[in-house]
């Protein structure tokens, strides 16, 4: 798959991880402490698979997801503290977040048309500021020369306990099927032929998996001071 050239890396702290890995919230957190940028990528993927469940279309219909893709207009917020995301103008925030959304999204990040075309946004949003941006592709694919790159990662069991906590669910056996969903997404985000899911080769691993989400912002805070980024 060809797309652009990268923009200006240097100023970029990119984070990557499987789903559930609490990745939007440590990396939002990250850019409050930093006075820094936020950028949600994967909010980018909902907001345009949630415009093609809303109208009906296949999500594994890669033409016509790609043709919805290009008539989308998607803006972001980069304020950590006021994060809104909007699709052809209306506020998605928290429709992207339904579970139809969550079940069809990785169909539709797999479409490469589909990764161009929001690449060539997430780096122009990136552009000027410090930015702390997360996603799946970060490091490898969107902003490959970044100075620092995070990987965050933990075991499915660990990622799946914590979504039945948000979602309030205590039932075993919907704990069991929440672990299996996981596996299932882990290994359809790192299979695909287009940008899969892989730490970049200078990545910094973060197992979360014994971790409070405290202690992995104080590492990732960590990380940002020994590469010199505290300016």
Known sequence: MTITEPGNDARVIAIDGPSGTGKSSVA???ARRLGAGYLDTGAMYRALTLAVLTEGLDPADAGKVAARAEGLVIDITTDPENH??????RDVTVAI???????AVSAVSAVSAVRRRLIRLQRQLAQGSTIVVEGRDIGTVVFPDAPLKIYLTATPSAR???????L???????????TESLRRRDDFDTTRVVSPLRPAPDAVLVDSTDMSEEEVVEAILAAVTARGRTE
């Open 84 to 89: 809104k995301v909007f699709a052809d103008g």
């Open 168 to 178: 309030g669910v205590s039932d075993p056996g919907e704990i069991a099927g929440l």
């Open 97 to 103: 977040r339904s579970a139809e959304v969550s079940a």
């Open 28 to 30: 939002r957190e990250v």
């Open 160 to 166: 799946a306990t914590r979504r039945a906590e948000q």
